[in-house]
């Protein structure tokens, strides 16, 4: 079945690039996402890729796509303590618009 | 801005009780959905919507049920409440179609004492 998978937990400095990593197994998902949620928060679309293109920019968001290997990355230039959160990567499945989502990764920043 | 909202931040119930909990979207989304949340599981889609009156169950819709009357609002009910069922409750809303964007609520956090 389809499963969406990440892991757990990164660390980094302040300043640092952090990259959250996904793998996916539906190779028929039309889109790709990554959610953040912060403390206590509901999941905020951070932003999303459609799955005929390789890479995304977004300020300092940069999501790569490799289809053959069904890998999905995150990027976050210059990491602030402000982006400490939980990041949800998902595949889009079925004509209905249902997500399948990973288990998340909680991204810590140190100063 | 879409705005996707639930009744309740946190709630406390206790074992038996019958709990709802509302959620309501103003952007005219045909789908809505129900997860659940909780630690090192991530989201798990209890129940989701298509359409005013239609349901379908997701992966955990065991000791949940919902209901949908009008398009905007989507409620999810737990007919006699188990302490397994303490969690963060997050709904969500999208256009129908592969690949749209859900959006989500603020959640809300459960308690069954």
């Known amino acids: 079945g389809e499963d969406v998978e990440q892991s757990l937990f990164l660390s980094v400095r302040e300043g640092d690039s952090s990259v959250i990593n996904c793998t996916y197994t539906d190779s028929s998902s039309t889109y790709l996402y990554w959610y953040k949620q912060e403390p206590g928060a509901g999941l905020q679309l951070l932003t999303y890729?459609?799955?005929?293109?390789d890479m995304k920019q977004d300020q300092r968001l940069t999501v790569l796509l490799n289809k053959k290997d069904k890998h999905l990355s995150l990027r976050i230039a210059d990491t602030q303590t402000g982006d400490s959160a939980i990041y949800f990567c998902a595949e889009s499945n079925g004509s209905q618009g249902n997500l399948i989502f990973g288990k998340g990764t909680k991204l810590s920043v140190k100063p | 801005d879409v705005k996707v909202t639930q009744s309740s931040r946190y709630l406390v119930k206790r074992t038996g009780e019958k709990v709802f909990l509302e959620c309501v979207q103003d952007m005219d989304h045909e789908n809505m959905f129900w997860y659940r949340q909780d630690p090192g599981l991530g989201l798990r889609l209890i129940y989701f919507s298509y359409d005013v009156k239609m349901k379908e169950k997701g992966d955990i819709p065991e000791g949940y049920s919902v209901s949908r009357e009008k398009k905007e609002r989507f409620s999810l009910i737990l007919e006699s409440a188990s302490t397994n069922q303490t969690s963060m409750y997050l709904c969500?809303?999208?256009?129908?179609?592969?690949?749209?964007?859900?959006?989500f609520g603020p959640g809300t956090r459960l308690t069954v004492l």
């Open positions: 969500a809303s999208s256009l129908l179609g592969q690949g749209s964007t859900q959006y």
């Open positions: 890729i459609f799955s005929n293109m």
